[in-house]
């Protein structure tokens, strides 16, 4: 099932305090069904309820479906992505943070930093935990720690990534984390395909089952290294194809089964 978060594109400010629902538009969660959103209470990662009320999609603003306390990376899991770059395939998870200012909603503009003269699109699927994962043994079912699958947009400043020693600066710039658009909760996450367009031309495109590590083993591995708390996500990784971005293009991160995150890219202010 597809789940999400949502503000409503019209807010009444009068109709919510006299309802007692204070005076800004709060975040909704919703169990999205054709072109509906039922709305919920409770939490995406625990129990929900209806509460009767349903809203159209075009109604809505569809918002990234976790808020994690942090954002693990997996570097070249996919061989043709590390060949396409001269890189070794890692003998275990090469992984890296993201911020979580760098957190984007679908369909909000990537900036494109002035300091660098080169961003490039990573199209990615994206793990959501779902409950408290460390220290977990072979024998551990590391799925069962999963709450959903999303897309996820890998922005990276390239130039900057290969002249400086370690990746935070490239990885980390605001509005290169967009997420989403839903949480899809029944994924075979082995066997989808993850694609990239740009301006409508497909990039990427390639299967989970080309991955260097599975889903499974890079919990497993991450859970020895930290603690993943509920609503963390994690980036498998992005196959070959990245290229650069300009202002005025649309990209869009497509995985089978989950749906289309899709991003206009702007310059940065001056």
Known sequence: ????????????????SRAGEGVH??????????????????????????????????????????????????????ADHAAEFNNDVPKEPLIFLKPPSAILAPGEAIVLPAISKR??????????IGRR??????TDD????????????????????????????AKGFDTFCPFGPVLETELDPGHVTVETYV???KKQSASTTDMIFPVDAIIRWISHVMTL??????????PSGVGPLAAGDIVEVVVSGIGTL???????DS
């Open 142 to 169: 590391a799925l069962a720690y999963v709450a959903g699958y999303t897309c996820l947009d890998d922005i990276s400043a390239r130039d900057l990534q290969f002249s400086d020693p370690q990746w935070t600066r």
């Open 229 to 238: 708390e509920p609503g963390d996500i994690i980036a498998t990784g992005t």
């Open 25 to 78: 538009p709060e975040p909704r969660i919703g169990r999205i069904e054709g072109d509906t959103v039922q709305e919920l209470s409770g939490s995406l990662l625990g129990e929900t309820k209806a509460v009767g009320r349903n809203w159209k999609l075009a109604e809505v603003a569809l918002l990234p479906p976790s808020v994690p306390t942090k954002i693990v990376c997996v570097g070249r899991n996919y």
């Open 262 to 268: 899709r991003n206009p890219v702007r310059a940065a």
């Open 133 to 138: 994962c460390r220290q977990l043994s072979d």
């Open 1 to 16: 099932m597809k789940f999400c978060r949502f503000q409503l594109l019209e807010f009444d400010a009068g109709a919510a």
């Open 119 to 128: 961003v490039d699109y990573e199209g990615e699927l994206c793990v959501v």
């Open 199 to 201: 301006n409508g031309a």
